[in-house]
């Protein structure tokens, strides 16, 4: 079953705007971890954060993490055409499932120049 | 460092054939995954090895799949027979030891595979 589930499935904007996608998860966690996906590659690491976090920021990504509310944000500002992909949060519920991600289904992002 | 790699990117075979897909971790890496992903089930997690020793196979789907890691360098994922329904993107994935508890999964670009 999926732990992760992204908001909106599909988002499309212009260059230049930001992106926001939203994460929900069901159970506790260890930390939460953002993915992004070109098409034909394989899932590139962006940000992790930890389950004491509140927000991180990487250069244009800025995530924030809600524990009460089970959900995570990624923010794009100053989007770019290869920005364009599909992101994915994934959760690690530590414990005995140490080590062990669970994806959301994705939130493909269109960025037009 | 060049990455996990995955052999081989694109395999095509027929119904009740044996299809083995291949992982070389990055060095020094001491966890690996293979997921599966598909347009209707999206990434899932079929088996992790810790230090080769496979820790975690409730992801695989029925006894036709199979998983070995021989060594720290390599690892296959078996399917036999194959059928249709496997079609689908297999990705490996490894991470680095785990000094603090938490490290980011590093993805192969993934083995195609149809079954027809």
């Known amino acids: 079953s999926q732990q992760g589930e992204e908001d909106p499935q599909a988002l499309s904007i212009q260059e230049g705007e930001n992106a926001t996608m939203n994460c929900s998860y069901k159970t506790s966690i260890n930390n939460l971890q953002w993915y992004r996906q070109n098409s034909g590659r394989g899932l590139v690491h962006l940000i992790l954060i930890r389950s004491n976090e509140r927000e991180k920021h990487s250069g244009r990504l800025r995530v924030t993490l809600d524990t009460s509310k089970k959900s995570s944000s990624l923010l794009i500002t100053a989007s770019r055409a290869a920005d364009t992909a599909s992101y994915f949060c994934a959760t690690d519920a530590g414990g005995t499932s140490y080590g062990k991600l669970t994806f959301g289904q994705g939130t493909i992002l269109t960025v037009h120049p | 460092d060049a990455g996990v790699i995955q052999s081989p990117r694109h395999e095509v075979t027929e119904m009740g054939q044996e299809v083995t897909l291949r992982c070389k971790p990055i060095?020094?890496?001491?966890?690996l995954f293979w997921y599966r992903q598909t347009m209707m089930r999206g990434l899932e997690l079929l088996i992790y090895f810790n230090n080769n020793v496979p820790i975690d196979d409730s992801g695989m789907p029925e006894d036709r799949f199979s998983a070995k890691m021989p060594n720290a360098s390599f690892s296959t994922l078996k399917i036999q027979p194959s059928e249709p329904r496997d079609s689908a993107v297999y990705f490996c994935?490894?991470?680095?030891?785990?000094?603090?508890?938490?490290?980011?999964?590093?993805f192969g670009n993934g083995t195609r595979l149809t079954v027809t």
């Open positions: 060095s020094g890496h001491n966890s």
């Open positions: 994935a490894s991470s680095s030891p785990r000094a603090s508890y938490n490290s980011p999964l590093h």
